[in-house]
């Protein structure tokens, strides 16, 4: 089994040969991608039961920036709008970001994030894997999460101590005749201690202490966290960070064992020249999103996920990125596990400053693995799918 890290995110960056538009004293910087898809497995299908698709994908973005000093305001929107050969596959999502970072003093900085998303499940995958066709509808759902910290401690001092909260509330908003029970709510204090340990490098130590409560009360759970890791200082070429730890999980009411599930979280970058930058993202954790075919309660899911990505420039007009990728979702007997591998490759041409075209490629194979106490009444959730693609992408 694979282990993975996460990172958290962090104030919206902008390109820096983007032109934004003055509001005042701040910045907007609009962009928007157009995409033609051509999808040869559109409902995640086992073989011989694949349905071709073909389909555009508009999405706008608008970053709003307001620097000034020690206080960092940035906002953002993101929007996807998909239009396909297969109705059922039309979609509307949209992501809406307010991020802020002060510096009080040398020794006091606070942070803070609210994040607002109406999204979907593609048609085969989370709650629909192995069941979607043409006549089913998506999973769409609401996502709100507030989350702020504060740190004591100069940057160059040797210790410095971070508290904060997360608040989640997620809910379906369609299908549910799949998703009932599953709308959760979480409140998630935590604390951090840092120690410098070398220029480079600072020693991480946190405790989160995790209340769930979920629409289905057998699923309600408390979790407590621990992880350790580093913290590395970003360089021109290199940076990021890495935390490993466990969770301990007690389901209270539900009568259920308490269980333990080990977690992986970080980020990390490295560019060996100024024109090639490879990502490392991985995260291991509670699932909470995927939903169970056959209404599993007695092992609580994790799920997995690795990104490498490679993004390379040719020259001032011409760029790659390529990227592979893992998702596994450990349920335990009587769901079957799944495992999905990913590749994809992107050619991007800048035409001008403002506007380029490209060309990308996306293959991913799920399998599954069958637990031993199924007794053949749940999908086939292996599959194969290549998506090819054409894309416009214009800023200021």
Known sequence: MLLFFGAPSVLLAQTSDQQSIKLGETDLYPELEIQYLQNNNAFLAPAGAEVESAGVVISPQFNWVADRRLLTLRGNYTGAYGRQGESALDFNDHLFRLEAAAEITARKRTKGKVELEFGHQDLGDGFTRGIADSDSDAVTFTR??????????????????????????????????????????????????????????????????????????NLDRNDISILTGLEFAQTEKSGGSIKIGTTLSDFGAAGRDKESNLLVEGSLF?????????????????????????????????????????????????????????????????????????????????????????????????????????????????YERQLVGAHVRATL
């Open 270 to 382: 490295y560019k060996p020249k100024s024109y090639s930058e490879f990502t490392l993202t991985m995260n291991r954790s509670l699932d909470n999103d995927s939903g169970s075919p056959v209404e599993n309660l007695s092992v609580q899911a994790t799920s997995d996920e690795v990104d490498l990505e490679w993004r390379h420039e040719w020259s001032s007009r011409v760029y790659h990125n390529v990227n592979v990728g893992y998702r596994g979702v450990d349920a335990g007997c009587p769901d079957d596990d799944v495992a999905t591998n990913l590749a994809g490759l992107e050619l991007n041409f800048k035409v001008r400053r403002w506007i380029e075209f490209g060309l990308s490629a996306d293959y991913s194979k799920r399998t599954a693995s069958i637990c031993s106490q199924n007794d053949g009444s749940t999908p086939d959730l292996d």
């Open 144 to 217: 709100f999460i507030a989350q702020g910290d504060y740190t004591y401690g100069a940057k160059t001092a040797k210790g410095n101590v971070t508290g904060g909260a997360k608040v989640v509330s997620h809910t379906y908003s369609s299908r549910s005749d799949l998703t009932s029970g599953d709308d959760y709510t979480v409140f998630e204090p935590f604390g951090i201690f840092s120690y410098r340990v070398s220029p480079a490098a600072r020693a991480l130590a946190e405790i989160r202490v995790g209340l769930y409560s979920f629409g289905n009360s």
